[in-house]
């Protein structure tokens, strides 16, 4: 859950005020970004070990509907912060995180956590399907056809533990599965138009047990962006953001000094 602080800081960027939150040579905000079938308290466990350290934090609740529209979301709200902001980015949230981040602005770093890391030009489901293992397609739901052909992509919540969060607790999962939020297939389909790793340093980390995005994509990503560090978590799951919130927390960490 977001503190009171740190909502009102979120809704202000988002309008494009000042906020006067943190004054010149403090610690950077770390803006967090969700993925698909997630929401922004997947980051829980993270915001509050950054918090603990000292760090301004806003979890963003990301629309998940467009890669150039939520990009665009992501960088206003970075925007209007006063700081310098290192941008995290999880699954999908990778793809959002990059076509936002931009030179010139305050973006210190980016930390990719089991996210895509794509070129220009390069979409979700092309980087997914670049390397074999992903189990996620026969897991899907029913898809909700929105308009002009739009779907939004659910994963079937009978399948959500195994496929997405295998080593989180079955009673946390079931949660999770039913707070899931939709993706629409368009996002996963959409080309990236701006690379913003490729001038902004980047850092890496996700689970060897990825059942999402193959982890030999992720490692072929993370290298291709010369991320300053890549970790790999023996075991861990597509949301190894909320297995192993300290591995998570220490990298970011990194990335912000």
Known sequence: MLKSAFGLTLLAA??????????????????????????ASSWSGVLTRLEKDGYSVVAVANPLRSVKSDGEYVRRIVAGLKTEVVLVGHSYGGSVIT??????????????????????????????????GSTLPPTLAQPVELKDGVKDLYIQQDKFHNQFAADVSA???????????????????????????????????YGDADKNIPPEALAWMAKRANAKDTVVVKGASHVVMVSNPDKVTEIIEKAAN
């Open 14 to 39: 988002s309008l494009g005020i000042s906020t006067g939150y943190a004054a010149s040579g403090e610690k950077p905000t770390i803006v967090l970004v969700h993925g698909a079938f997630a929401d």
């Open 99 to 132: 076509e936002a981040a931009k030179t010139g602005e305050n973006i210190r770093s980016l930390v990719y956590v089991a996210a895509f890391v794509p070129d220009v030009g390069e979409t979700a489901l092309s980087l997914t399907g670049k390397f074999p």
């Open 171 to 205: 009673d946390d999962a079931k949660v999770m599965a039913a707070t899931q939020r939709p993706v629409t297939d368009f996002a996963l389909s959409e080309p990236t138009s701006n690379a913003g790793w490729k001038s902004i340093p980047s850092w890496a980390i």
